[in-house]
């Protein structure tokens, strides 16, 4: 084995740590309960489980919706300090694209990050040409969100996070409402991000072809984590 090789392994931070992450909503509804999971740098992941395992309740805790001290963002504690760096490098892209654009155009919703940054303009242009790019929307700029087809919103959306040069994706629940051609279309474009990727799903076949390891949830628990054959057989036993 290279040493070397080994010693940086060592010394990256994981992307994501949780460690006995427990969290009940304000109404006493119980939703994670002592989920330890760790993520590290480039990894694909795919959360899967039934709808209230708590799949989405894991994702608001890596960018700071929910903070807990029982996680850790590339070496981060997700804690009031840390938030600006953290929604910079975690792109939480909603499972509602309704919900993350909201400008007049879509060139807006995708500048609206990094002009909050203070980029100057001309490094403000070029991330949203380049993420709007790679997500097959160019020429779609000047278009409002509200006459795109979900396919594309989702897209739109997810635009939005890479001007932000996120290095960990985080979706929730992504190829929902999208037909054959959208879910092709999003597969492509997250194959092609070259950071950490965690998606939270039930279509569990369309994200094994992207994710090779996956996490399965049941009633706040994880149950079983590895790769993602076996996972999704241990899925389908409990169904
Ligand atoms: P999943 O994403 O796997 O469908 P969730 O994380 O949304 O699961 O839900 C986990 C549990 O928390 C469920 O019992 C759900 O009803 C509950 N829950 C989710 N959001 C809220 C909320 N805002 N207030 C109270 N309970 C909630």
């Given at each position: 084995m290279d040493g070397g090789a080994n010693w940086l392994v060592m010394l990256t931070p994981a992307a994501i740590a949780i460690d006995r992450l427990s969290y009940r909503y304000p109404d006493g509804t119980p939703a994670l309960d002592e989920v330890t999971l760790h993520i590290n740098t480039g990894e694909r992941v795919a959360l899967i489980?039934?709808?209230?395992?708590?799949k989405s309740t894991l994702l608001l805790h890596l960018n700071g919706i929910l903070q807990s001290p029982a996680v850790t963002v590339l070496g981060m504690p997700v804690e009031k300090a840390t938030l600006r760096e953290i929604r910079q490098k975690v792109g939480l892209v909603f499972q509602n694209p309704d919900d993350q654009l909201f400008c007049a155009s879509v060139e807006e919703d995708v500048a609206f990050g990094p002009t909050n940054l203070r980029l100057p303009a001309e490094e403000v242009r070029r991330r949203v040409s380049e993420s709007l790019g790679s997500v097959g929307l160019a020429g779609h700029e000047q278009r409002s969100a509200f006459h795109l087809s979900t396919g594309q919103k989702k897209r739109a959306a997810i635009a939005t996070v890479l001007a932000m040069k996120a290095e960990i994706l985080v979706l929730d629940e992504p190829t929902s409402n999208l037909d054959l051609r959208g879910r092709r279309e999003l597969f492509e474009v997250l194959n092609a991000f070259p950071g950490t990727l965690v998606i939270a799903t039930h279509d569990f076949e369309w994200a094994a072809r992207l994710c090779p390891r996956m996490a399965l949830f049941d009633h706040g628990t994880l149950l079983a984590d590895g790769l993602s054959g076996a996972v999704m057989d241990q899925f389908t036993a409990l169904k």
């Open positions: 489980g039934n709808n209230g395992a708590g």
